[in-house]
């Protein structure tokens, strides 16, 4: 099957400072990805669509201007999460969407963010 | 608006035995992808299965049965003789058809635990 990557798979950061993740498709274009956020024993939570060459749509009570997304080509979406806080830390996966018929939904390893 | 609800949060089985995972989920659409994934404790989504809503056949995979009843909105995962490997978190989710669509809502999980 299709495979999507994340970098980094872990980080631990400061807070006040920025982390940027990165969700890539390794064998097949996406025009379109996913970022999902997920609490400690709690379920994955859609963050934003990220459409390559426009801007991302954002959920209802996601914020835009912290949670930044581009797509700047068919196989890369970043995440970057600014300023962030200790309640940022928490545990994000992207998943990117194939372009057959079926629109499968590929889903990356995930990066666990720890902000101090 | 998509709902997916799995009522149990934790499940603790003996090894060997057999164990249900409910499913019930609500959706307008009349095309939709169901999915199962299994996410163990290093974090990564395990893609189990994937349904479309035409398709009401029941499916096999070795320990692994999917009973998806449109007439009841289910779609229930049952691990036959289970084994310790099998302990995880288990979502449920369900994904809309439409064009660039295919994000997709996730129920809470349940937490599986075998005991040998």
């Known amino acids: 099957g299709a495979v999507v990557s994340q970098h980094p798979s872990r980080v631990i950061c400061k807070s006040g400072t920025s982390v940027k993740i990165e969700c890539r498709s390794l064998d097949f274009q996406a025009t379109t990805m996913f970022w999902y956020r997920q609490f400690p024993k709690q379920s994955l939570m859609l963050m934003a669509t990220?459409?390559?060459?426009?801007?991302?749509?954002?959920e209802q009570g996601v914020e835009k201007d912290k949670f930044l997304i581009n797509h700047a080509s068919l196989t890369l979406s970043t995440l970057t999460v600014t300023s962030a806080h200790p309640e940022d830390s928490s545990f994000y996966i992207c998943?990117?969407?194939?372009?057959?018929?079926?629109?499968?939904?590929?889903f990356g390893p995930g990066t666990r963010l720890t902000v101090l | 608006a998509q709902k997916v609800t799995q009522a149990q949060t934790e499940i603790s089985v003996v090894e060997k035995e057999d164990v249900t995972l409910d499913c019930v989920y609500e959706t307008r659409d009349t095309t939709y992808y169901l999915f199962w994934y299994k996410q163990p404790p290093s974090g990564e989504l395990v893609f189990l299965i994937r349904?479309?809503?035409?398709?009401?056949q029941n499916e096999i995979s070795g320990r692994y049965s999917w009973n998806f009843q449109k007439s009841t909105s289910s779609f229930n995962f049952t691990i036959t003789a289970s084994q310790v490997v099998d302990s995880a978190v288990y979502f449920c989710a369900l994904s809309e058809k439409r064009a660039n669509a295919g994000k997709s809502t996730f129920g809470d999980g349940t937490t599986l635990t075998v005991k040998p």
């Open positions: 349904r479309n809503s035409f398709d009401e």
């Open positions: 990220s459409n390559e060459g426009s801007k991302a749509t954002y």
């Open positions: 998943s990117a969407l194939d372009r057959s018929p079926y629109n499968e939904q590929f």
